[in-house]
Nanobody, 125 residues
Framework: QVQLVESGGGSVQAGGSLRLSCAASGYTYSPRCMAWFRQAPGKEREGVARIYTRDGSTYYGDSVKGRFTISQDNAKNTVYLQMNSLKPEDSAMYYC??????????????????WGQGTQVTVSS
């Protein structure tokens, strides 16, 4: 059973930066796809960034391209989300998710099997 633990959320002013971490454990074979999603109150869950762990290919939502970077540290079984130039509209609960099945770039959040507990990001203007 894959377990995901997020950390690194917090409050920051617009234009600032945060780095989220997602530590994965409990698996025999590392998940093929790791992703970050976010959900603000009253809004649908939104895909932020994904990484295909086998070759490091990355994919981003349009609203974060050029500002956010997803990366992995295989030695630490950890995925990171570096968030720069943060905007108030980036405020949300951020969730780490993992998927073992084939497919990463366009898979709906409903197809991810494992989820972390979430970490809150709040950006003030």
């Amino acid at each position: 059973q894959v377990q995901l633990v997020e950390s690194g959320g917090g409050s920051v002013q617009a234009g600032g930066s945060l780095r989220l971490s997602c530590a994965a454990s409990g698996y025999t074979y590392s998940p093929r796809c790791m992703a970050w999603f976010r959900q603000a109150p009253g809004k649908e869950r939104e895909g932020v960034a994904r990484i295909y762990t086998r070759d490091g290919s990355t994919y981003y939502g349009d609203s974060v391209k050029g500002r956010f970077t997803i990366s992995q540290d295989n030695a630490k079984n950890t995925v990171y989300l570096q968030m720069n130039s943060l905007k108030p509209e980036d405020s949300a609960m951020y969730y780490c998710a993992a998927r073992n099945a084939i497919g990463c770039a366009r898979v709906s959040w409903t197809e991810f099997s494992y989820w972390g507990q979430g970490t809150q990001v709040t950006v003030s203007s």
